[in-house]
């Protein structure tokens, strides 16, 4: 049983298809069916039940593919540790970002940090905050960079920047006025909410909760899965959101939208990784590059 043996086997169980495992390989079709024969018969099991064009996954296969993960898992993790050993950093780096940090934070950063680690090859994923913390916890990421509360004693965790979650209405709504809204108009209003799971969501129920509203009592609740659509459903002048500064910044400043009086707490951005993983220069170097400014 080789490696590659193992990687032909753990791509074709998640693409049940030979013809697409090869291209994601970069291998012939013949040289993939040829390391699923060889590990087969090896072995004396069927991995795979072949019906047609398509290729499932056997009872024994199924057995068997948490374990080969495991193995390559294992065989990546010793192939950084020598790249680490070897000199300057270099190799994959995972990241995943909740929305706003990745879309609106993040981006000149990483590329200040390609510019000084090229041989970093840096992987951008963007979840909610929930789905972020989930991908480290589950070995799927590094690092995440949430602006939800990070909770779990599996993770270290690092402030890395600021945020400010801020209500804006269109310039039409009633409440574009000088004046805050009263509790029973911030009760009535028809207000959207980002998805469970999301840090802005987190976040405005938190400060909604201080203020003696509960969400489950609002009269109309609709749930978008980004800043960008909480937005465009604002504009349509009969809504209320609350999103990141960031995100509403460039239409606050232009007039389309109006910034409520309504105060809201600072809150953070911060890392996640996982404590009993270990630490690659490059995630080392990454780490320090993103927190130079936290203070900021």
């Not at 950093?89 to 990241?95: A, D, F, I, N, W």
């Not at 920047?161 to 509790?183: C, E, M, N, Y």
């Not at 232009?254 to 809150?267: F, P, Q, S």
Request: negative net charge.
């Amino acid at each position: 049983m080789t490696l590659d043996q193992l990687r032909v086997f753990v791509t074709v169980a998640r693409l049940q298809h030979v013809t697409q495992a090869a291209r994601s390989l970069n291998k012939t079709q013949s040289a993939v069916s040829a390391a699923i024969s060889a590990l087969e018969q090896r072995h004396n099991v069927r991995l795979f039940d072949r019906v047609g064009r398509s290729i499932t996954l056997t009872s024994d296969g199924q057995r068997f593919l948490p374990v080969a993960l495991a193995v390559l898992e294992e065989a990546d993790h010793a192939a950084t540790v020598l790249t680490d050993i070897a000199g300057l950093p270099s190799g994959p780096l995972r990241v995943v970002a909740s929305q706003t940090v990745a879309t609106y934070w993040l981006p000149p950063r990483i590329a200040r940090f390609h510019m000084d680690f090229p041989m970093v090859g840096l992987d951008l994923e963007t979840l909610n905050t929930r789905g972020a913390l989930d991908a480290v916890l589950e070995g799927r990421a590094d690092i995440a960079i949430v602006e939800g509360r990070v909770t779990g004693a599996q993770f270290n965790t690092q402030v890395v920047g600021h945020d400010q979650l801020v209500v804006v209405v269109d310039k039409s709504h009633p409440w574009a006025r000088p004046t805050p809204p009263t509790l029973d108009e911030i009760r009535s209003a028809n207000w959207v909410f980002r998805e469970e799971g999301s840090g802005t969501r987190e976040t405005l129920s938190e400060e909604l909760a201080d203020r003696g509203v509960k969400v489950s009592s609002l009269r109309s609740l609709l749930v978008l899965p980004s800043n960008e659509a909480c937005l465009a459903a604002v504009r349509s002048g009969q809504h209320v959101t609350a999103v990141s500064a960031f995100s509403a910044r460039s239409q606050i400043d232009c007039g389309t939208l109006h910034l409520v009086d309504l105060e809201m707490h600072a809150r953070n951005f911060a890392t996640a990784t996982h404590k009993q993983r270990y630490t690659t220069r490059a995630l080392e170097e990454f780490q320090a590059y993103i927190s130079e400014d936290a203070d900021a």
